[in-house]
């Protein structure tokens, strides 16, 4: 009932940017934290950065002054603009919702990845 899709994965040269996208649907409620996370090969997963509904972020250190993130309430969609790309950002970034269903039931969804690969 709830699914998550993401874009904007893809090949940079290091330097460059990427903007990844990620909507949320099906019998939502409300949508409350919403964040990015990451994992590079034969590394654990990370958190990127969260933001609240009202707006409030927090990121790793590891991608302040790098990486912004965003969200469109009414869309029910978060975004992660990256800039200043460097190759160890190269992993698969997913997303991940968490929400009250139409059962205001509190569920935590993820999204199926999507790779970014950065060249030197």
């Known amino acids: 009932q709830v699914q998550l899709v993401e874009s904007g994965g893809g090949l940079v040269q290091a330097g460059g940017s990427l903007r990844l996208s990620c909507a949320a649907s099906?019998?939502?409620?409300?949508?409350?934290?919403m964040g990015w996370y990451r994992q590079a090969p034969g590394k654990q997963r990370e958190l990127v950065a969260t933001?609240?509904?009202?707006?409030?972020?927090n990121y790793a250190d590891f991608v302040k002054d790098r990486f912004t993130i965003s969200r469109d309430n009414a869309k029910n969609t978060v975004y992660l603009q990256m800039n200043s790309l460097k190759p160890e950002d190269t992993a698969v970034y997913y997303c991940?919702?968490?929400?009250?269903?139409?059962?205001?039931?509190?569920?935590?969804?993820w999204g199926k990845g999507t790779l970014v690969t950065v060249s030197s």
């Open positions: 991940n919702v968490d929400l009250l269903n139409a059962n205001l039931v509190r569920m935590d969804y």
């Open positions: 099906g019998s939502i409620f409300r949508v409350n934290v």
């Open positions: 933001i609240t509904r009202g707006g409030s972020t």
